[in-house]
C-alpha cells in the first residue's frame, strides 16, 4: 500500500512541528570531550546536566527515495568560551546531502570533508545551508538569548556517523574572545 501525501505546521515563534514521531533530547553529559575546556565542561556538569539542545524529528522509512525532516534547536548558552552546539556528524551513507533552513536565533554551521577541507557559514533567519554528500556538519548557537532554531531534510537512509567527530573534533571552533564572537583553529584537530 502506497503513502499519502501529508501535511504539518510549524508555528510560529517555537517552529516545533506539529506532527513529531521523535524526539531527542541532547544534554551536556552526550558532549563530552567535544568542548575544548575539559574544567569548565566537567565544571558545569556538576551543577547540572543541561540540555544543549533538541531534534523533533519526522520519520520516515529508512529507505531510499525517503526524506527525513524536523526541527532543531540549539538552546543559547556556552561551555567555558565555546558557545553550545550539536554534536555534529558524518552522514553514514557519506554520499548524501542535507539542507537547513534557519528559522530563528544566530549562529554558524562548521562543516568539513574526510580530507580535511573545511568551511564555516553563518547562519540567521530566512538563511538557507546546502550540505554537500561528503561533508561533516555541525550547528553551532551564537544567539545569547534566543534558541537557534532551524529546519531540515536529508534522505532517511543516510544515517548518522557521530564516532569520527567524537574522536576528532572538528577544524574549527567557535568562541568568544574579547567579548566578540570568533571562528578559531581548534588546536586539538589533527590533519587526516
Known sequence: MADFPFTFDMPFP???????????????????GQYQDGH????????????????YEVRRPEIAGEFLMGVSVVHPGMVGAE???????????????????CLSGEGFMLMETPEGDASVNPISPGRVLYVPPRWAHRTVSTSRQQDLVFFFAYPANAGH?????????FRKLVME????????????????
Open 83 to 101: 558557545f553550545f552546539m550539536t554534536k555534529g556528524h558524518f552522514h553514514r551513507l557519506i554520499d548524501t546531502a542535507e539542507v537547513y533552513l
Open 40 to 55: 569548565a565542561y566537567e565544571e558545569m556538569l556538576k551543577n547540572e546536566d543541561t540540555v544543549i539542545y533538541e531534534v
Open 14 to 32: 517555537r517552529w516545533i512541528p506539529t506532527r513529531v514521531d521523535n524526539h531527542i533530547i541532547r544534554k551536556l553529559s552526550a558532549m563530552r
Open 177 to 192: 574572545v574579547e567579548g566578540q564572537v570568533q571562528v578559531v583553529d581548534n588546536p586539538r584537530w589533527e590533519k587526516p
Open 161 to 169: 556517523d557521530y564516532g569520527t567527530i567524537e574522536k576528532k573534533g
